[in-house]
């Protein structure tokens, strides 16, 4: 089943410990990227990457980390996580837009909590 | 900058009639893409529809289509003949087709509530 694979779903923990965020794809998509949702403000993007190695900043990457070393594994990483950082989280993953224009297929979403 | 603006934060309609959300959204790129996702209570985003901003036809798939007026900007989503399952959060987002960055804007969601 072609799928964006999050884990894990819930997450509570304290704030300044460092956490890992996994996501995979198995769709062999180019692009993959992270977002946050928070009520009253839709989906904001912290992190997308194009390919292998190479990743930018989208709206919100502060207290942010990611990697793509693997096409199909893009984790986000919190160093020093914040109670600000308190919100659900998607992984997404697309074709490259030159090569068939449709939007994301999201991952099940991460629900963190940081206390 | 890219905005899309949903201005009915909660909606209510009656079972088995038809409701339209509604999107606006800006942009200077001739070359865009606009969707629908829905977002039920249990989180996860389930893409709804798509229309490309050179189509000229609206999309439609199965009780979902959208009104697509390039003109004034808007990309409304016509949800026929409600049913219970449809109560959800319902975003719409636009991504312009450009390979030196990948964007995808999203509205604020509309809630909408399916009454029977």
């Known amino acids: 089943e072609a799928q964006v694979t999050q884990n894990p779903r819930y997450l509570i923990t304290v704030t300044g410990k460092k956490l890992t965020v996994t996501c995979s794809q198995n769709m062999n998509h180019e692009y993959m990227s992270w977002y946050r949702q928070d009520p009253g403000l839709g989906l904001r993007q912290i992190y997308y990457?194009?390919?292998?190695?190479?990743?930018d900043k989208g709206d919100v990457p502060e207290g942010y980390k990611v990697s793509r070393k693997e096409k199909r594994n893009f984790p986000l990483i919190l160093e020093s996580p914040s109670p600000n950082q308190t919100s659900l989280y998607f992984c997404?993953?697309?074709?490259?837009?030159?090569?068939?224009?449709?939007?994301?297929?999201f991952g099940s979403g991460t629900r963190l909590t940081v206390v | 900058a890219q905005k899309i603006t949903q201005t009915q934060p909660g909606m209510f309609v009656q079972e088995k009639e038809a409701v339209t959300l509604d999107c606006t959204y800006d942009t200077s790129d001739q070359s865009y893409g606009l969707f629908w996702y829905k977002q039920p209570s249990s989180g996860e985003m389930i893409f709804l529809i798509y229309?490309?901003?050179?189509?000229?036809q609206n999309a439609t798939e199965g009780r979902y289509s959208l009104n697509f007026q390039k003109a004034r900007k808007s990309a409304n989503l016509v949800i026929s003949a409600s049913q219970l399952g449809d109560s959800a959060m319902y975003f719409c987002a636009m991504r312009e087709r450009e390979t030196s960055y990948d964007k995808v804007i999203f509205g604020p969601g509309t809630s909408l509530s399916v009454i029977p």
């Open positions: 990457s194009m390919n292998v190695e190479v990743t």
């Open positions: 997404a993953s697309s074709l490259a837009p030159d090569r068939a224009f449709y939007g994301y297929t």
């Open positions: 229309q490309g901003s050179y189509d000229e």
